[in-house]
């Protein structure tokens, strides 16, 4: 008789996004003249920029001749690709990473859901709170967390608070923990560490033994010179932390799929017996065995992002969202709303007016105003009393929501 | 002090494809001159074909203009790509499958390695011996299988040898089996099963309550009448069996990548009280939480393998490769060689002459008629002895590569 992997029976039945679709279906069928703005979620509204888009035109055509047809690739990706990345977005920053340092893959969602794979399942994991769920949700399915309890968490997490009292900063664990998850510019607060904040986590972890899970998806959009773009900026990050990047939201790759993570050859985790393994051989192992590469077009097309045009064109499109955010942040403030973030990330948090709930906010904004954000309590626990507005949407309904927000809210 | 996966420290050290190409670079640096042919990997050589190329160039489009971009799209695929599958592949030979029950996805190897997450860690798994190494290799990161033993194998795994005696057909298990792998047409030995010999394993797993992961990559080879292409032409398969596809042997996807897996929702396994789980629900969670859907051009690209010109183009590469298949199968035979295979599968299965064992055969065919195989024991222990030579070569390096093995060895 073969038996479910019962962990999954510990996740909470409704994921945050199917919640929130499920009362925009309900809310349009019985309002179906509703024009409803959506800045909800974080998905793109930009197209593929022409480098882009030439470069795809040029691979696939590649792939019908047969003298230049690719079938399988390397699974850890093209060395053209690799080789980009390194120079532009390590190299130039004076951060050492080499070649078989960076993994290519078809998400960092995958990527940090993945990961999780290569530790031992009696590791402590930190996340912050409020966190993106993934890292939650599929260290629940490895058996990694315990029972889900009355507070709405899970038993053998750590959950480091963000809150107005910290500055949505988390405060270092008090407890043993083995496995970290950061996410900086953070997703959902928007807010950044300093170089001499992240330097704390890098300092704990190299103390502790313990392994950073760095998800910076969102550093293209970070605008400050104090704020480092990778961990790697920190000294001693290349013994402790892993590092993920994204081209979805740098590159407008939501739908095209392509990202990155880095695994230096000194992070190490260990044995029972105390002997320290490299993670980058795990995960290289990992990764040819359970996936197969990104498609060769795709891969064309992010190694073009960093050419000059396609460096020009990208990041236009980064400074159309983040004048977005600016608008939506100023706005808010201006309406006397207290927010986080937006500055040097696309979300932007806002606490909810008289102590309204994360999903009570929701209902009312949805009602009066027709527009849709992402309940903070969807995040976790602290997430509660705030509310997710995100800056990728057109310039045009980004203005209308404000609008409607300052009139009808 | 973060503690690593100790289960992938059981993983026999070299992969079987990594000491192949170890061996040939070896031989190319004595032998600088020397031509070798590959008829190792199981990689195609014909390109994309035109109506895949021409609807990629229009998708690519698609992705430039903001009116029609494709940001995050589901996460188990678009319905257009799913609707043609079930129309084509399923409908079509009178088989019902519906749309919530095909995930889309960007590869049968990360399918078949990622399915027995969902699964109980203390099933049996069984494999057919020899068997593709992804299915093994993946449950022993998980840790279902226990040590691997003097005889190359993990203890806890049921292995089904296929051996000249049983004609390369396994047997059903004699002892307690929870989740079976089949994988027909076969890789490596390229045998099927007929409709009677598929139903009693259907059978099996309907008394056992067991699940059978059914690898079907290569149905599009199939050209005899009464093998199944699919496991749900047998009653009853829709209880107990799960479907993999894939679009990178029957369209040339290999560096495109794009599959997809079949998941009926009566399947179930079973809780530690004996309640029955749907396995569609817990693959749709893995599935939303672990992974983030294929590139939107990549499906379009599938899609149109659908259409009527996509169909003759694929057909025309399928009748190019199965003619290279026909070529090495009977060369083999007329040169007085023991062979399997080759007949509805693109793989060549063959019993080393002298009783050479499989590496000295390796060996010997790239010394002496440069020539790159794929050794049998590399597939497991009853492998041994065997050796598989693939059908996806050009014509031309095909009939050169049977020319030397009729000369040289």
Chains 1, 2 share one sequence.
């Not at 945050?16 to 809310?27: D, G, K, M, T, Y």
């Not at 992070?267 to 359970?290: E, I, P």
């Amino acid at each position: 008789m073969a038996l479910i992997n019962e962990n999954y029976l510990k996740l909470p039945g409704s994921y945050l996004f199917s919640e929130i679709a499920r009362r925009v279906n309900q809310f349009k069928q019985e309002n179906p003249d509703a024009d409803i703005i959506r800045l909800g979620i974080g998905d793109v509204t930009r197209p593929l920029t022409p480098a882009v888009i030439q470069a795809m035109h040029d691979a696939v055509d590649e792939m019908g001749r047969a003298e230049s047809f690719r079938g399988y690739g390397p699974e850890q990706g093209y060395d053209f690709l690799i080789q980009k990345i390194i120079d532009n977005d390590f190299t130039s920053r004076g951060i050492q990473v080499d070649v078989d340092e960076v993994f290519v893959s078809d998400g960092s969602k995958p990527d940090t859901a993945n990961f999780q794979e290569i530790f031992g399942l009696n590791n402590i994991i930190a996340v912050t709170d409020p966190v993106y769920p993934v890292y939650v949700d599929s260290n629940v399915m490895a058996g990694r967390t315990g029972r889900f309890n009355e507070k709405g968490q899970f038993d053998n997490i750590v959950y480091l608070p963000c809150t107005e009292a910290n500055g949505m900063k988390p405060e270092l664990p008090k407890t043993r923990v083995d496995m970290l998850y950061l996410c900086f510019p953070n997703n959902p607060t928007g807010m950044t560490l300093t170089r001499d904040e992240l330097k704390q986590w890098v300092d704990y972890a190299r103390e502790n033994k313990s392994i950073i899970l760095y998800d910076a998806a969102y550093e293209a959009f970070i605008q400050e010179a104090d704020i480092p773009r990778s961990i790697y900026e920190i000294e001693g990050a290349r013994e402790v932390a892993v590092e993920f990047r994204s081209f979805s939201k740098t590159a407008g790759f939501t739908g095209t799929r392509c990202a990155y993570t880095v695994v230096p050859k000194e992070v190490m985790a260990y044995d029972q017996d105390g002997n320290a393994h490299s993670l980058n051989k795990f995960w290289l192992r990992r990764q040819t065995t359970k996936f197969n590469g990104v498609s060769y077009p795709v891969q064309v097309a992010a190694a073009t992002i960093y050419s000059e045009a396609g460096q020009k064109e990208i990041r236009d499109n980064i400074n159309y969202y983040m004048e977005n955010a600016k608008m939506i942040r100023e706005g808010l403030i201006s309406f006397g709303y207290k927010v986080f973030g937006g500055v040097n990330a696309p979300y932007i948090w806002l606490k909810t007016p008289d102590n309204l709930g994360s999903w009570e906010f929701f209902d009312k904004l949805l009602k009066q105003a027709n527009v849709v954000g992402t309940p903070g309590a969807g995040f976790g626990a602290s997430g509660e009393g705030y509310f997710r507005l995100t800056a990728f949407g057109t310039r045009e309904n980004t203005a209308r929501a404000l609008e409607r927000i300052r009139t009808k809210m």
